[in-house]
């Protein structure tokens, strides 16, 4: 089992840059990918990125590919996820998920952190 914290999250203007951090408790961290996921008021959450057990291979939505950079320290148990150029609708809460298999759907996700909320003014 694993538990997940994210922190990093505030209020930024448009065109700002934030970086969120998901800190993992337990020894298994690199046994599990790790994908970034975000959530605005009244919508489902939606798949933002996600990054493989030994960060070789990564995967953006299309919304935030070019923006948005995904990495994990594996020595530090943490993923990052770098977010420039951030837009209005980038604001929502944002979650780190654990998952064996990983991909785009939240349901391939097992542990999931508490969110962090990113809010961003135009």
């Known amino acids: 089992q694993v538990q997940l914290v994210e922190s990093g999250g505030g209020s930024v203007q448009a065109g700002g840059s934030l970086r969120l951090s998901c800190a993992a408790s337990g020894r298994t961290f690199s046994t599990y990918l790790m994908g970034w996921f975000r959530q605005a008021p009244g919508k489902e959450r939606e798949f933002v990125a996600y990054i493989t057990r030994n960060g070789g291979i990564t995967n953006y939505a299309d919304s935030v590919k070019g923006r948005f950079t995904i990495s994990r320290d594996n020595a530090k148990n943490t993923v990052y996820l770098q977010m420039n150029n951030l837009k209005s609708e980038d604001t929502g809460a944002y979650y780190c998920?654990?998952?064996?298999?990983?991909?785009?759907?939240?349901?391939?996700?097992?542990?999931w952190g508490q969110g962090t909320q990113v809010t961003v003014s135009s």
């Open positions: 998920g654990a998952g064996g298999t990983g991909g785009r759907s939240v349901y391939e996700y097992d542990y």
